[in-house]
């Protein structure tokens, strides 16, 4: 808390020094500053500098709209890890890391993935404040040895792989979170007086939540992206999704274990601290898998120089079959081969 | 009776109805009219809203009788003829046939909708479920329940990407009037217009135009041309009605969530299938 404070203060006298400078120069450096504070401390800002001019909008909402990403957040677990602490300041460090926990299914060449220096940060959550995602209930516990139990090979069915690598989605809020997919993570937020609109450039999703209070639909409507209803609390865009159905993991395949559920609640909360960062947190209340909501958060940095492209993963998508049909084939090879050799100890 | 006087008659009862039909349907505009399209801040209409096309067009663009599973259907070209080269027809022809015959494994066909592909233009606009319109200053955004599709189409003078394809397009909007016009070039040659094997090369161009008749209703008119696929440039027109039920939102149609089973099922072991 002590150091927070501090960063503050350093943010604020480096303003004061440069009063004399044009208004962008000061915002710029603001914004480098904060990112410094990121980077520095591992903490997402929570309030904008003082004396922070807040874009609006026409008709007085916050300002959003634009280019943001959070590449620099690839390969940041959620939780804070056990034992040492490693920071990722590399790419490599990034690739390390993810080929240690095995790697997504299909997961290309490095050459393949965007480079962005890393921001240092250790860990998502901030509630727990220890950095450990809470217990699960006891229902969770009992289907999640359940799953592990039944997980058979990771090649043994489609189903054993991640909805992600099967291009279904990377649910909500994992959809905001890089996790370790090494690219697209590009977000535009587009705003009218009535509508939040988020374009993901992962898996092609957009949401258009609305502001205007409507009820959520009934509870037999479920579904993988789940019901986005929004509205500003002060200068926050908070953003309330149920319906979430339950396929969906919470952060793509940055967690394991039971994910969405009837009732899942998912607070998104979106606060600009700078020109350059917007403060993105999330809520997770799902009592029945884990005992106490838990919340991570994450920067999204400005970035008017990054472009959408249409993300055609389904329809790209050799992984699947090849990984499937690959292990029936070498299968087929083994068995041929026991046979053709009686007595064989294969 | 003379045959020249039933003739005559005949016409005249046909020009009778018709002209009855012209009134009713300037009634029914007249009184469409009275609710004319909202405006947005800056004057545009403002298309906000959950639309739908009521056409049979997803299964065949053309006249076409009724077959199993397949509602008949009047056309929504105009002059019901598409200009294919020769052999293009050929080959529009030859995917017909093969968009009837599903793989025995899969059940998938040579439509490329059947793999829950993105459907591309124009036929993700009518395709019988819902796509949500949401218009900012700079850019109108549509969101297709179908297959999770969406377009972010800016309105903001920024021209095309050049050099890339894709499965929707790239789509630039500006508006004439009141109708929003949409210029949609970066097509990949690997979408279709309907079920019935009408298709298109990368060179496609679309120009497609919004246009509100009435607060719940748009006209939605396509230019279509492609001159590695047809000898001249052509046009369909249909209308969109607004979603009017209390409450109607965009929900989702998953498709791969669906043909997923079908896809995967027999590269799978047994004891891992099913959920």
């Known amino acids: ?346 | 009776m003379s045959r020249l006087t039933s003739a005559v008659l005949a016409l005249s009862v046909a020009v009778a109805a018709l002209a009855g039909f012209g009134i009713g349907s300037a009634r029914a505009h007249a009184d469409a009219a009275l609710v004319p399209m909202p405006r947005a801040v800056d004057g545009k209409p403002d298309l906000t809203g959950l639309w739908q096309a009521l056409s049979t067009a997803e299964w065949n663009i053309q006249d076409h009788p009724a077959s199993a599973g397949v509602p008949a259907g009047q056309g929504v070209v105009d002059g019901g003829e598409i200009p294919y080269q020769e052999w293009a027809l050929k080959q529009k022809q030859e995917n017909e046939k093969n968009s009837r015959i599903p793989d025995p494994v899969t059940a998938v066909t040579a439509d490329p909708v059947s793999k829950c592909y993105m459907p591309g233009l124009p036929r993700a606009t009518y395709m019988p479920y819902p796509f949500e319109i949401a218009q900012a200053d700079k850019a109108v955004v549509m969101a297709y329940e179908f297959a999770r599709t969406s377009r972010v189409i800016p309105t903001d003078g920024t021209k095309h990407d050049e050099g890339v394809e894709n499965w929707m397009g790239d789509s630039r909007g500006h508006w004439e009037g009141d109708t929003l016009v949409v210029d949609v070039t970066g097509f990949n040659a690997d979408t279709w217009f309907d079920e019935a094997g009408n298709f298109h090369s990368e060179a496609l161009h679309l120009v497609e135009r919004f246009t509100p008749t009435s607060r719940d209703h748009l006209r939605y008119d396509v230019t279509v041309e492609d001159p590695k696929v047809f000898t001249r440039p052509w046009k369909m027109s249909m209308p969109l009605y607004r979603r009017l039920e209390p409450h109607a939102q965009l929900l989702e149609y998953h498709c791969l969530e669906f043909l997923e089973p079908r896809l995967y099922s027999h590269l799978s072991k047994p004891a891992a299938k099913g959920k």
Not at chain 1, 252 to 267: A, M
């Open chain 1, 1 to 346: 808390m002590k150091w927070r404070m501090s960063v503050v203060a350093v943010v604020a006298v480096s303003a004061t020094l440069c009063f004399q400078m044009s208004r962008s120069s000061v915002t710029l450096l603001a914004a480098q500053s904060n990112a410094a504070a990121t980077l520095a401390t591992g903490v997402v800002p929570t309030s904008p500098d003082p004396g922070y001019k807040l874009p609006r909008t026409a008709w007085g909402h916050p300002d959003l709209q634009g280019m943001w990403e959070n590449s620099e957040e690839i390969g940041i677990p959620i939780e804070k890890p056990r034992g040492e602490v490693r920071k990722l300041v590399t790419q490599d460090d990034a690739f390390d890391e993810a080929d240690k926990r095995g790697g997504p299914t299909g997961a290309g060449p490095r050459w393949w993935y965007e480079t962005k220096p890393f921001n240092g940060r250790t860990y998502q959550l901030i509630d727990p404040p220890d950095g450990r995602l809470p217990p699960l209930t006891p229902w969770a516990t009992e289907k999640q040895a359940e799953a592990r139990k039944n997980r058979g090979g990771p090649a043994d069915s489609y189903l054993s792989m991640g909805v992600a690598t099967r291009c279904l989605t990377r649910g909500i809020p994992g959809s905001m979170v890089p996790g370790y997919f090494m690219y697209n993570a590009g977000y535009r937020f587009i705003q009218t007086p009535t509508q939040v609109i988020i374009q993901y450039e992962m898996i092609h999703d957009v949401r258009i939540i609305p502001l205007d209070g409507r009820p959520h639909p009934g509870p037999n409507i479920r579904t993988w992206f789940g019901d986005a209803r929004g509205h500003w609390e002060g200068n926050t865009l908070v953003v309330e999704t149920t319906n979430l159905n339950d396929s969906t993991p919470l952060l793509g395949s940055g967690l394991s274990g039971p994910g969405t559920n009837e009732q899942t609640r998912v607070i998104e909360r979106f606060t600009r601290i700078t020109d350059g960062l917007i403060r993105f947190e999330a809520t997770i209340d799902n009592p029945k898998v884990f005992t106490k909501p838990w919340t991570i958060a994450i920067p999204l940095k400005r970035d008017d120089s990054y472009q959408i492209f249409e993300y055609a993963c389904h329809e790209g998508n050799k992984g699947v079959v090849t990984v499937l049909s690959g292990a029936r084939e070498e299968e087929k090879t083994e068995k041929a081969a026991r046979s053709g050799r009686p007595g064989s100890t294969r």
